[in-house]
């Protein structure tokens, strides 16, 4: 359970409530994540925020004295339903995505917000909290930070990195790892780092933080638009800000490359799922993403009820429907993801953390230097629960079914889910590019027996959601009537309506010429009734004799 709409619950109806209680304590879980609503879009509105999990057995609690925060996001003007609208829109044939108005850098520490840097003037609207240039993060020579840094955005990736100061890699979607120094970090929507800063020795300058906004997948960069936001480190209040040369270019993290503290190796798989994505204009004009060549549609009934309720009908594939796969507890599968687009995409899964057990820049290739194998036997390959897909390159994604429940895998943009009747979340989300999972069936009809709460379900019946049967809400695992499909990619090529129409413009075109020929060499009349005919003509013409049949000629 972890509120997706239409996976994993049917929605809150207005005015009610919903608690959810993660058991962290005995799940294991820890470090950086965040929260934030999975419906109607209503976090790329604002309904976002850090959740940091601490080990009691914090990995590297004895290395840093003190923790910050750091929030990246892009910021809209207008609201999501707007933009949403327009974004799946006829009008929008090519599927440009909605450009941020802003970018967003602010801290936080202990739970709560920093201010604004003392002295600034910014709007009474954002008075509470420091945002962009009048945030700041306060250093004390000699001592050592962990910065958490998170990206809360709907679209847009950003590169992020600190003047004067070295950074240091110890965590990734909250698994720890062995310490790797960066220079730059680069993190798509919904990715997290944790990184050790140690401040210099002296008070004398105070340091400039970037955050700058990968533009590469705008397709305009307004001229009203900023998106290199730079914040600071303030070691005194009276201290300059130093300023240092702009970067030549960006970096990406290559994080295959992490090693995990805590070991896992890569088990064999048992099951090996292929999936290729991209855009495309749809056969009703809109544009959409889509999954080995199907747009995603939310079932009519959620996939975690359907579980609940088929029975042993639970295991049957074809039940939640064509974008939906089903594995069993303890199965060991391989999600080959495939970007047939230009550009990057980062994927999330709910409910796992993935190992990266291969990457290829371009999976069409027969160069293994493009197209690697898969080498089996990984001793402890990087795990975690978001991965950005580079534009013709493919990822493999390795994870262990053993967390039973209905899981979303999606794009976490908000341009990457098709519009679910209450709603869902992120653009490309919007646009149909997720699938879900299906793990252990029969599990969760163990494990929630007597334990699924009543409220459950009269919220589902307060929206109006049925809550049993297959996707369709039938019992029959494969009667899938009324189930929401489409809009289709357009059928290219000649079609039977097509050849018909044309061949009949091609028999027009044929009978026209030949009765043009056939004039001009005077078809088959001969020259005796030619001349008959001229002298019809004469005749008819000295009967007339006058003029429009009122005068009659002289003489």
């Known amino acids: 359970m972890d509120g997706a709409m239409g996976v994993s619950q049917c929605g809150i109806p207005p005015g009610q409530t919903f608690d959810y209680v993660v058991p962290i304590n005995s799940s294991g879980q820890a470090g950086t994540y965040w929260a934030h609503g999975h419906a109607n879009g209503i976090y790329v509105d604002g309904l976002r925020t850090p959740l940091l999990l601490h080990s009691p057995n914090e990995t590297y609690a004895a290395d840093y004295d003190a923790e910050f925060t750091v929030m990246l996001s892009d910021w809209y003007h207008q609201e999501q339903p707007v933009l949403l609208k327009s974004f799946l829109s006829i009008a929008n044939p090519g599927g440009a995505e909605p450009i941020p108005d802003s970018a967003l850098v602010y801290f936080s520490h202990n739970g709560s917000y920093l201010a604004p840097i003392s002295g ?14 009048n945030a700041t993060l306060p250093f004390e020579p000699g001592k050592t930070y962990r910065l958490r840094i998170i990206n809360m955005g709907a679209f847009a990736a950003f590169y992020f990195w600190i003047d004067g100061h070295e950074m240091r890699i110890i965590e990734v979607d909250g698994t720890d790892t062995q310490e790797q120094p960066v220079d730059m970090l680069s993190l798509s929507v919904a990715q997290r780092y944790s990184v050790l800063v140690t401040a210099r020795n002296d008070t004398s300058s105070n340091w400039a933080i970037h955050a700058n906004m990968d533009t590469t997948m705008f397709d305009t960069v307004p001229s009203s638009l900023n998106p290199n936001i730079t914040t600071t480190i303030t070691y005194s209040a009276s201290s300059n800000l130093t300023t240092l040369s702009p970067v030549s270019s960006y970096t990406m993290v290559n994080d295959s490359t992490l090693v995990p503290t805590d070991v896992s190796p890569a088990l064999p798989p048992t099951n090996t799922l292929e999936l290729e994505f991209d855009f495309a204009t749809m056969s009703d004009g809109t544009n ?61 899964l709910h409910g796992y953390k993935m190992q990266i057990v291969n990457i290829a820049t371009d999976y069409t290739s027969n160069d293994t230097s493009l197209n690697p194998p898969l080498i089996e036997g990984q001793a402890n390959p990087m795990r975690r629960d978001t991965v950005a897909i580079a534009g013709g390159g493919s990822v493999t994604l390795r994870f262990v079914a053993d967390n039973p429940g209905a899981w979303l895998f999606h794009c976490k943009r908000d341009t990457c889910l098709h519009h679910y009747h209450p709603g869902h979340i992120e653009w490309h989300l919007e646009s149909g590019l997720a699938v879900q999972f299906i793990t252990a069936p029969l599990q969760i009809q163990e494990q929630t027996q007597d334990r699924m709460p009543s409220f459950m379900y009269d919220q589902c019946a307060a929206l109006g959601i049925p809550t049993s049967g297959n996707a369709a809400g039938y019992a029959s695992p494969t009667n899938l009537s009324g189930l929401p499909l489409g809009p289709w990619l357009q059928k290219l090529g000649w079609l039977a309506k097509g050849i018909w129409a044309m061949a009949g413009c091609v028999l027009t075109v044929v009978i026209g010429i030949a009765t043009v020929i056939w004039y001009a060499m005077g078809g088959s009349i001969t020259e005796e009734e030619m001349e008959a005919e001229a002298r019809q003509r004469i005749e008819e013409k000295e009967r007339r004799g006058k003029f429009f049949g009122l005068f009659k000629r002289k003489t």
Not at 120 to 133: C, I, L, M, Q, W
Not at 307 to 334: C, H, K, M, R, W
Not at 342 to 348: A, D, I, N, S
């Open 120 to 133: 600034s003037h910014p709007s009474p609207v954002t008075s509470a909290v420091g945002f962009n240039e």
């Open 288 to 348: 959409h993403g889509f999954m080995n060549n199907l747009v995603y549609n939310p079932p009519l009934v959620p996939a975690i009820m359907s579980a609940l309720s088929l029975g042993e009908n639970a295991t049957s594939q074809a039940a939640y429907g064509p974008y939906s796969f089903v594995y069993n507890y303890g199965d060991v599968i391989d999600i080959v993801v495939k970007n047939a687009d230009t550009g990057m995409h980062p994927f999330h």
